[in-house]
């Protein structure tokens, strides 16, 4: 079965991670631990960017080294995930040595394939972004994606032809999977055909990154330095078995807010580079948080580890991924995630569970055989959720486990096993529970995905015990005043 290589963005080291980058995260973490279960081998890359202007003045600003604010920030994402029961295959850093030697043999490639020239830029530059704006690119002046004041800068560098790939990107845009949602992929192709312009690829008195070869005061363009890591993480270019085993990635997720950057300029590095494309890139949405954008400044965030502590992993994954259609923007409250956490997961998933296991202790299971009313419903979720996934849905993904679990708690209620055992009925009690714990074990495979702890722990209460436990989710009783 072919490998499975996905990534999420390398998260920009400004500050802590906060419930964006949990949300992209999650989505991947869920997509790699499905194909797994279907037995392919997956490498599941993550990290931090920690290179660019923004950074040093950051690192400055707080009184520190460069060096020690991206320790500190690499490392709280790492909890984080932690927390979060991601698991990725390798966390890169770009102030590895390993990365750097990547992003100075990508340079090299561009180089060779003669599409790096010397020119003059002027003009606007964001620094939290760590990218140039053309005029008709801005907000009233500002920055279109921080609404924030832009430096002007002229400085001469190394530019990139990303013009001469103007054909070829729109064939690879417009013919191929390779931008996905529909919806990205128009606003992709409507910039290609407004015409692309070079792009300056090199950065005149910042240290903070990987120096450019023969040229002392410049360094890398943090965007190019960053996209580099896709490389890096799977061996290139020291590790060529390594890379040619995973390379390339079959999917990038990332935010819509950085589709030029992995929708344009990184497919273009790579064909001047005589590198294999990736299969696709998946751009989501954004979270808001009560109908309003999340922001630092007007103190309307979503802490996640906060969040992690009050109701558990697997809660904050469950909400994340049913709450939003992947590829869309969602919102995020507080009331509606209580609401869906006592529904759907205290009274669903939860209850099943406590309730089969409860059930198959109190009168026993048949071991011989059930009476199969189920199976119909159980390769219905099974093939539903494969489509979705196949489809990137993955609150359809969810939903198919929720649907599921209903079937079971319905067959429960019409077959009356408590009914059938004040009759007398021993043995079809058994048969009955017997097809219930079979059930019960098919919704905690379609959940290992999402709620990978409450999947796991259900699925050994519902092994050879069954047994009884502790609730999966106890359910949550908040005074309505806490809940907006």
């Not at 990290?47 to 991206?70: K, L, M, P, Q």
């Not at 990365?99 to 100075?104: D, K, V």
């Not at 189920?374 to 539903?384: G, Y």
Request: with cysteine.
């Amino acid at each position: 079965m072919e490998a499975f290589y996905l990534t999420t963005p390398i998260y920009y080291a400004n500050d802590l991670p906060h419930i964006g980058h949990a949300y992209t995260t999650i989505a991947a973490d869920s997509i790699a631990r499905y194909q797994r279960q279907q037995g392919r081998e997956v490498f599941l890359l993550t990290g931090t960017d920690e290179h660019g202007v923004n950074i040093e003045r950051i690192a400055a600003r707080n009184g520190g080294s460069a060096t020690d604010h991206v320790d500190r920030i690499a490392n709280s994402f790492k909890q984080l995930w932690q927390q979060l029961d991601i698991g990725y295959d390798r966390f890169i850093r770009t102030t590895e040595p390993a990365h750097h030697r990547a992003a100075l043999a990508l340079w090299q490639r561009l180089q060779d394939s003669d599409d790096l020239y010397r020119g003059t830029y002027t003009g606007a530059y964001c620094a939290k972004c760590e990218a140039y704006y053309q005029p008709d690119e801005l907000v009233d002046g500002a920055c279109p994606v921080h609404a924030s004041p832009c430096d002007v800068v002229s400085e001469e560098n190394w530019f990139f032809r990303l013009s001469h790939y103007q054909d070829a990107l729109e064939r690879l845009v417009r013919d191929t999977p390779f931008v996905q949602p529909e919806s990205r992929r128009n606003e992709v192709l409507a910039v290609i055909r407004q015409g692309l312009r070079d792009f300056s690829v090199s950065r005149r008195n910042v240290r903070w990154g990987v120096p450019v070869p023969d040229s002392s005061d410049e360094v890398i363009y943090v965007w190019v330095d960053a996209l580099a890591n896709y490389l890096t993480g799977v061996g290139y270019p020291g590790d060529g078995a390594c890379f040619e085993r995973w390379w390339p990635a079959q999917l990038h997720l990332v935010g819509k807010e950085i589709i030029r950057f992995h929708c344009l300029y990184w497919p273009a590095l790579l064909l001047s580079a005589g590198l294999p494309l990736p299969k696709q890139v998946f751009a989501h949405g954004w979270l808001t948080k009560d109908g309003q954008k999340i922001s630092k400044s007007t103190g309307n965030t979503i802490n996640p580890f906060a969040l992690v502590d009050e109701f558990g992993s697997d809660a904050v994954r469950y909400y994340l991924l049913r709450n939003v259609a992947f590829g869309q923007d969602g919102d995020f409250t507080r009331r509606g995630f209580v609401d869906r956490y006592n529904a759907e997961l205290a009274n669903g998933f939860g209850n099943l569970v406590q309730r089969v296991t409860s059930l198959a202790s109190r009168y026993g299971v048949c071991r011989s055989e059930t009476d199969g009313a189920l199976s119909d419903a159980a390769a219905s979720a099974h093939s539903r959720q494969a489509r979705a996934f196949g489809d990137l849905a993955l609150h359809e993904a969810v939903a198919a486990a929720d649907d599921f679990v209903r079937d079971v708690n319905r067959y429960l209620q019409v077959a009356s096993p408590w009914d059938l055992a004040r009759n007398g009925q021993v043995q079809q009690v058994q048969a009955v529970l017997a097809e219930a714990v079979k059930g019960a074990r098919v919704a905690a495979e379609l959940y290992a995905p999402i709620i990978p702890r409450a999947a796991a722990e259900a699925s050994r209460r519902l092994a050879d015990g069954p047994e009884v436990g502790e609730p999966l989710f106890p359910r949550v009783r908040v005074d309505n005043s806490l809940l907006v």
